[in-house]
């Protein structure tokens, strides 16, 4: 069964370093999500991307955070300069459709540790 | 402001011991409503998702039905590998994001 997959499954970094988050969506979905979960809290929406533009964003998404389909397989989010506040779990998600009927399938994640 | 809340926070079974979990909501055209459940350490997975009020799906001894302002995930006769988080989450009408619950964790006793 197809499946949406994360690396890497941990990552440790320093404050003001930059890291990206690499995703593999399911291969034939064209709608690409991040989503994050802070320990303890809620599942909370980032970015949504379409078509090789960012469809909607959140609050949470400010400038230091940036999404990239470099290839027809690979979906990444980079944070140019991690805060503390930036450690979380961080999945991705893929969909068939967007504002149509629609699943959004979820990866494992990447859990970010921010020192 | 829209808003999903989920009751009860935490529920313990006795494996046979059926129950509801409760998701209501408050939103301003509502597109969907999803139901996933996540284990520790891992990413949300999905279960169900209804479209309108009245509707209901199955899936082995979860079913889940939907309101105007709520919707239940049965869960009839529970085993142990049932413990989780059941989260829900809803899609508005003209966003692509889902907005989540704070999840219930059901612990099924054997």
């Known amino acids: 069964e197809p499946e949406v997959t994360q690396t890497p499954s941990h990552q440790v970094t320093q404050m003001g370093q930059e890291v990206i988050l690499r995703c593999v969506p399911i291969s034939n979905h064209l709608y690409f999500y991040w989503y994050r979960q802070i320990l303890g809290q809620k599942v909370e929406f980032l970015v949504s991307f379409y078509n090789n533009e960012i469809s909607e964003k959140s609050e949470i998404f400010d400038d230091q955070f940036s999404v990239e389909r470099p290839d027809g397989s690979n979906f990444t989010l980079k944070i140019r300069s991690t805060k503390l506040e930036d450690s979380a779990m961080y999945f991705c998600a893929s969909g068939t459709v967007g504002t149509g009927a629609g699943e959004q399938y979820f990866g494992p994640g990447t859990r970010l540790t921010v020192t | 402001e829209d808003q999903v809340t989920q009751s009860p926070e935490a529920l313990r079974l006795q494996e046979g011991e059926s129950s509801s979990l409760n998701c209501s909501y408050t939103v301003s055209g509502l597109r969907g409503l999803f139901w996933y459940r996540q284990d520790p350490g891992k990413g949300p997975e999905f279960l169900f998702t209804?479209?309108?009020a009245g509707e209901e799906k199955e899936k082995e001894r979860l079913k889940a039905t939907l309101t105007k302002k709520e919707s239940f995930l049965h869960i009839t006769a529970p085993k142990p590998e049932d413990s989780a988080t059941y989260l829900c989450?809803?899609?508005?009408?003209?966003?692509?994001?889902?907005?989540f619950g704070s999840g219930t964790r059901l612990l099924v006793r054997p």
């Open positions: 989450a809803v899609w508005m009408d003209s966003s692509y994001k889902l907005i």
């Open positions: 209804l479209y309108s």
